[in-house]
């Protein structure tokens, strides 16, 4: 038999039978085999060794795995079945070992192969396998910070330290006229001088550390909580967050080559503040920081600064002063109080002032705090100290500093499309290529001081006369370019910008905007439900009818009388409380335009609908910002301001049938690499009107000039049109007029624009120039006319389209009653001169056709038809009902207005 297949004899004491055997004290008739026969466990212990005691199953296991040294998964350990049995042998129980006669029944394990990094980890299993070893996350951890210091560590070394004297290097931008011509040169370095420490004041020190970094003096440069909010607060993408140091700062300001709200732009500031704060004194850093900060009204440094704001030497700035420029550290933008409408609408003079005074009061509150200033010192600057106006350089003198401020505006307001931000307008280097026409802008300029000289005498009438402002401009209604604004009697004495917004509400110039809207959608019909009403609409003919009754209820366009939150009726009055064609009071809307009657345009708006009337001055060019609520009735007559530049440029439309294009005042830009910017590439026309409504409102606002409130507006053999606007109270008056080649608007109100002045209120004109009360169709008109006369001079003259005919006539105005009650009677007698009799039932035409209107009511004909009608114009006195006014509106109507004007705005 071989030797594989014989049974071996079990060697002595080994298995668990020979343990049983043991137990019971025999042998089972088995006869052990005798020592040395075959391999005992006596022999892996040495020659003299003794019997290794017997062992289960599961010690062979173990003993197997302790001394598997690299052998085949299934072969057993070397020796692990000696001791004979079924103990650790073959399954049959041969002998182990790797020569013996028998299979090993247990398994030896594979040692798992060395690895640098043991992930996922041998051996284990499960969920066990995936856990790191502690030994695996501190080799992570060491290694990865050891890497960031590496890398901080040549960052480090590679970061340099800030030249003061290369930091804040603004250059000149240059402005060109239209023609090409230069018109002025500007910039950071003619308003820029850097001063040693020594001639820094220590109040100023002292007022800059106690508003933005208390422990100046002690830290290292960096505030790791306030960087790590930044980062941390981009990383989510939100706005980037302040709290850096002086010397972040002032590293931040040096860095003009990169100011990116970017993580690597925080790391690398952040490393070279380091090495600022433990290479350069603590005198330099802060002189550096002073002499590179921003200051507003481009004035760089200190000592630019207190020239700009106080004409004084840096050295000689008091504790109040230096407060006042720490104040305007934080942002010049809010907290001068000139005020920055064309950067920010919410940053209005008023607004920035409040700012200024609660900041300046609060700084100067630290430094006693911080033992920087005794209370006795602070007690001898109890008043915000007053400031020069932001304009003293004489070249931007007269009307060049308005028009590179719109210029300006502009550049920074379509930043998207220019690609030029306002840090990068002030660090300069541009060509700016405007489209003022020089010959123009003096044109305008000359003409509204010939009426002023003339007429305006705040000597003689101080009462009446002082604080008369004038604002104009002047558009090309084919592109939409500014050729010419006024914006005051000069821009170094007169900051506010006049052409700009300034809150003076327009009047009756907003009539036609609701003319236009009744002859796009049309009025609704009575008869329908409102949502019908809404789609199944009626556009208007110029010849439909309304009532021009002073006094009139207003309804809404189901017929039902528009009352307010209050429960009180709408009564609209006209100018000077006088009806129109009394006694049936029947007008059409050319001739309503004509007398510019109120109550029929209210009237007309109403059945429009005042979201139509806003979607109207919308459309032709208006900002929504300067809008007025659409809803109150007298939205329709000029309750909102606007610009002069936006009127000017929402007549335009109609004068260019239709076509809008947004007022602009910049063609293009170049640097020293090229072209930068070219409007003629982002221009973007649309058709706002077809050029059936836009001719039709032409043609009515032709009256206007040639018979109408308009006529001192009259140009000599060339056509006009326009409209004159007076407001509530004659707080404001306006002409806005064109011809094809161009349209102005032309603005007069008065209020004390003092800088100091907190209390900016627009006053009563009744009086103002020796007149009883001043009308669009007066001084404005005056102007209009010889500014026009002058600037269309030597050009073709060019007569509007002819329109074509529009709409239906609609006839609203209510049936004169059959018998007149008494009252009605003696109201009817107070409001015409020439009352006619009451007319009978067969007297009155329920609906006029087209023909009849002329017939007998002259309101049609060539001639200026109409009994009483009067020469004046309303202009958008809401005057019928002041209840229906809230408080807040009337709060609004007397303000600067909202500062979103042309330079607040996007155009």
Not at 172 to 198: F, K
Not at 545 to 572: A, C, R
Not at 893 to 899: A, F, K, L
Request: aromatic share 8%.
């Amino acid at each position: 038999m071989s030797e594989h297949r014989r049974k071996t004899p079990q060697p002595q004491g080994g298995g668990r039978a020979a343990a049983r055997r043991g137990q019971t004290g025999s042998s089972s008739g088995r006869r052990a085999a005798p020592q040395g026969a075959t391999e005992s466990p006596s022999d892996s212990y040495g020659a003299g060794g003794e019997e290794r005691p017997s062992g289960s199953r599961a010690e062979a296991r173990r003993a197997a795995q302790r001394s598997s040294s690299g052998a085949g998964r299934r072969r057993a350990a070397d020796g692990a079945g000696q001791g004979g049995g079924h103990g650790g042998g073959g399954r049959r129980g041969g002998p182990g070992g790797p020569t013996g006669p028998g299979r090993g029944r247990g398994r030896g394990s594979v040692p798992p192969k060395k690895r640098i990094i043991d992930y996922p980890r041998a051996g284990k299993y499960g969920a066990a396998r995936w856990v790191p070893s502690w030994k695996l996350v501190t080799g992570l951890f060491v290694g990865f910070f050891g890497g960031m210091m590496t890398i901080a560590g040549v960052a480090y070394a590679l970061v340099g330290i800030p030249d003061v004297a290369k930091t804040a290097q603004a250059q000149n931008n240059v402005y060109y006229w239209a023609d090409g011509t230069q018109m002025v040169a500007t910039g950071g370095e003619t308003n820029r001088q850097i001063i040693d420490y020594a001639r820094i004041p220590k109040e100023m020190r002292y007022a800059v550390m106690s508003a933005e970094n208390k422990t100046f003096e002690n830290d290292r440069g960096v505030d790791p909580v306030g960087i790590g909010r930044a980062l941390f607060n981009m990383a989510k993408g939100g706005d980037t967050q302040g709290g850096s140091t002086i010397t972040q700062q002032y590293v931040k300001n040096a860095m003009l080559d990169d100011q990116s709200q970017t993580v690597s732009r925080k790391f690398k500031e952040l490393f070279v503040s380091i090495k600022v704060g433990a290479n350069v004194d603590k005198d330099d850093i802060m002189a550096g920081y002073l002499n590179s900060a921003y200051y507003g009204r481009s004035a760089y440094g200190i000592q630019a600064a207190a020239r700009t704001y106080f004409d004084v030497d840096a050295k000689d700035l008091d504790p109040s002063q230096c407060a006042f420029l720490a104040a305007v550290l934080k942002g010049a933008t809010y907290y001068d109080p000139a005020g920055a409408e064309s950067i920010d609408p919410s940053a209005t003079p008023a607004a920035n002032r409040k700012r200024a005074e609660t900041r300046w009061r609060w700084i100067l509150g630290e430094m006693v705090k911080d033992g920087h200033l005794t209370a006795e010192k602070r007690n001898e600057y109890p008043d915000f100290p007053k400031l020069k106006s932001p304009r003293s350089n004489a070249q931007l003198g007269g009307q060049v500093g308005y028009l590179v401020d719109l210029a300006k505006a502009y550049i920074v307001n379509n930043s998207e499309k220019t690609g030029i931000t306002e840090k990068m307008l002030r660090d300069g280097g541009y060509e700016i290529h405007t489209t003022f026409d020089k010959k123009k802008v003096q044109q305008l300029e000359s003409a509204v001081k010939k009426v002023q000289k003339k007429n305006i005498k705040p000597k003689e009438r101080p009462k009446t006369d002082k604080h008369v402002q004038f604002g104009g401009a002047s558009v090309d209604p084919e592109t939409g370019a500014i050729k010419a604004i006024y914006g005051g009697v000069d821009a170094t004495k007169h900051f506010t910008n006049n052409a700009d917004q300034t809150g003076a509400q327009v009047g009756s110039t907003f009539k036609p905007f609701v003319l236009a809207a009744a002859m796009k959608w049309g009025v609704r019909d009575p008869d329908l439900e409102p949502d019908q009403a809404q789609d199944e609409r009626k556009k208007v003919s110029p010849k439909s009818i309304y009532s021009g009754k002073n006094k009139l209820k207003i309804e809404n366009y189901d017929g039902t009388v528009w009352t307010d939150k209050d429960d009180k009726e709408w009564l609209q009055r006209n100018d000077g409380d006088e009806s129109i064609n009394a006694p049936s009071f029947r007008i059409d809307l050319r001739e309503a335009m004509r007398v510019s009657a109120n109550s029929a345009y209210v009237q007309l708006g109403m059945d429009v609908g005042l979201d139509k009337v806003k979607e109207s001055a919308l459309d032709a060019g208006i900002k929504e910002s300067s809008l007025a609520s659409a809803s109150f009735p007298s939205f329709s007559i000029g309750t909102s301001d606007p610009s002069a530049i936006r009127m000017a440029g929402a007549y335009a439309t109609f004068a260019a049938s239709g076509k809008q294009n947004e007022p602009y005042s910049v063609d293009e830009i170049t640097d020293k690499d090229g072209t930068v910017f070219s409007h003629e590439n982002a221009a973007k026309e649309k058709q706002a009107f077809t050029a059936q409504v836009a001719d039709n409102v032409t043609d009515i606002l032709k009256t206007v000039v040639d018979k109408g409130t308009g006529t001192k507006a009259k140009l000599t053999n060339r056509p006009a049109a326009g409209k004159t606007g007076t407001t509530d109270g004659n707080k404001s008056a306006w002409f806005v007029g064109y011809t094809p080649q161009l349209s102005t608007a032309i603005s007069m109100y008065r209020m004390d624009d003092d800088e100091s002045n907190k209390k900016r209120e627009f006053l009563e004109m009744y009086g103002t120039g020796g007149q009883k009360e001043i009308h669009g169709a007066s001084f404005p008109s005056e102007i209009w006319h010889d500014y026009m006369e002058q600037a269309l001079k030597g050009e073709k003259v060019e007569k509007f389209p002819t329109p074509e005919p529009i709409g239906e006539v609609v006839d609203d105005a209510p049936t004169p009653s059959v018998t007149p009650t008494a009252t009605e009677t003696q109201e009817e007698e107070e409001e015409s001169e020439s009352p006619s009799p009451t007319p009978t039932k067969s007297e009155t035409s329920p609906s006029p056709t087209s023909s009849d209107t002329c017939g007998p009511f002259g309101l049609d004909c060539e001639d200026d038809g109409g009994t009483n009608s009067g020469a004046t114009d309303s202009g958008g006195t809401d005057g019928g009902a002041s209840p229906t006014v809230s408080e807040s509106e009337e709060e609004e109507s007397n303000t600067r207005g909202n500062g979103n004007g042309f330079l607040g705005g996007s155009g």
